[in-house]
């Protein structure tokens, strides 16, 4: 490679590596706010949310290399013909083929870093990252073990403690369970966490356990006689009891034979339910089982995206996603393949554009007009074929046709053959007003 090559493959380069870092910056800086929890709930470090979040970088910068490729070419091919030097090289003898052999480079070498991502990088990211979330939500010790603050562990499961040690040891610890009718609180001096094969559990030591509910909603519950009616019942008790059950049927209309305390009674009677139905429950030892609030990693939903090449081409019978949704592996395999010759179409709508030698006074605000709106239909057409990968098979050719056929196009424009003008009543239309323009800056 000459200088020449150099100087233009290292301008063409250090442009697409630019936008590449500051797209992909910006879309990494919105998408890591919807893993914020991960830092303000779970309790995890700012470390630990930059290199979980990090993770789905492969997935950004796939998607923004083709468009880095075409803007970066753009401004190389830009940037050279406003300093006159494509005219000065045309003038020496060199062809628009000879001047983009090392965009043409930087362009395979983005092609396969492209498909390298596709195939095997993005794949392994994205698994990594589903496994390190659920290992953070699966983190019962550091969404527990926050001091000071009052956490919902789940619905009717609050868990409080005073300060942690640098050992584990918990101290001043205050949970409510009220995920049952019988509401239980649990105070001890000190706790730790273990972790062993039965589960995770919290071991508390010098404690109580407060429990309180159950049976005492049945019992407020049930209706209590009057005065009258269990006055009634006991003189028609005793009338029995006299005559041998005849005066009980010649009396009033029995009333329910549980006899009632009086008004004054009734509230001492349901404070008895009420002490009846609490217990305090005094330990040394205690262990409070937290294994149920962990995700349950089994039965876990792997997405094809997530899954390796060889197993995207040849699933097995007993996946999913082929029993009730067989083209999601096919739309996955061709995505894949065909994701390193979409930069490469890029790059040629661009390069057939801007590569042809132009003075100073020809502009080339007709060629960008148009190559924005072919890249973006290339694109639209590249959305719209892998969106029918899955319902219909004929369009497997397509995805790879698309590109093909582009960069066949171009190739064709770049070489002559083809010739791209627009239609003269525009062009005679953008000269009057920019000539309108001239004479009012003029005067």
């Not at 057409?381 to 171009?410: D, E, H, M, S």
Request: net charge positive; proline share 6%.
């Amino acid at each position: 490679m000459g200088r020449l090559d150099r100087y233009i493959f290292s301008t063409a380069a250090v442009a697409f590596l630019g936008v590449v870092v500051v797209l992909a910056g910006m879309i990494w800086a919105t998408q890591a706010l919807r893993q914020l929890d991960l830092v303000t709930s779970q309790g995890q470090t700012i470390l630990a949310f930059i290199a979980i979040t990090s993770l789905t970088m492969p997935t950004l910068v796939l998607v923004i290399a083709p468009a880095a490729l075409f803007i970066a070419t753009a401004y190389t091919l830009l940037k050279l013909n406003g300093d006159s030097e494509i005219v000065v090289m045309a003038a020496a003898g060199m062809g628009p083929w000879r001047l983009l052999r090392p965009l043409i480079l930087l362009a395979i070498l983005v092609s396969l870093f492209c498909s390298s991502l596709a195939v095997h990088v993005v794949p392994a990211s994205l698994t990594s990252f589903r496994e390190q979330v659920t290992k953070v939500r699966a983190d019962v010790v550091s969404f527990v073990a926050q001091p000071g603050r009052f956490v919902n562990l789940t619905h009717g499961l609050v868990f409080h403690v005073r300060e942690r040690s640098a050992n584990g040891v918990m101290r001043g610890i205050f949970i409510n369970d009220a995920r049952e009718k019988e509401v239980s609180t649990y105070l001890a001096d000190r706790g730790q966490i273990v972790e062993s094969k039965a589960g995770i559990f919290l071991v508390l030591e010098n404690g109580s356990i407060h429990r309180r509910g159950g049976d005492l909603w049945k019992t407020e519950a049930t209706p209590q006689p009057t005065p009258e009616e269990a006055r009634a019942a006991a003189r028609a008790k005793l009338a029995a009891q006299n005559s041998g059950g005849q005066a009980a049927k010649a009396s009033e209309p029995a009333a329910p034979a549980a006899a009632a305390p009086a008004a004054g009674d009734q509230k001492q009677g349901r404070s008895d339910s009420k002490a009846a139905n609490s217990s305090v429950v005094e330990f040394q030892r205690y262990a409070f089982d937290l294994s149920s609030l962990a995700p349950d990693n089994k039965g876990v939903d792997i997405k094809p995206m997530e899954r390796p090449l060889t197993y995207v081409m040849n699933p097995p019978p007993e996946d999913m996603y082929v029993r009730f949704f067989p083209g999601r592996y096919r739309e996955e395999l061709h995505k894949r393949l065909s994701a390193g010759l979409y930069p490469m179409a890029f790059f040629a709508i661009a390069a057939a554009a801007l590569a042809q030698p132009r003075t100073t006074r020809q502009s080339r605000g007709a060629a960008l007009t148009a190559i924005i709106p072919a890249m973006g239909l290339v694109q639209i057409g590249n959305f719209a074929i892998a969106g029918q990968l899955k319902a219909n098979a004929a369009a497997v050719p397509l995805i790879y046709a698309l590109p093909v056929v582009t960069v066949i196009i171009c190739a064709m424009v770049l070489q002559g053959w083809i010739r791209l003008a627009p239609p003269a009543a525009l062009t005679a239309f953008i000269d009057s007003i920019r000539a309108r323009f001239s004479r009012r800056a003029a005067a």
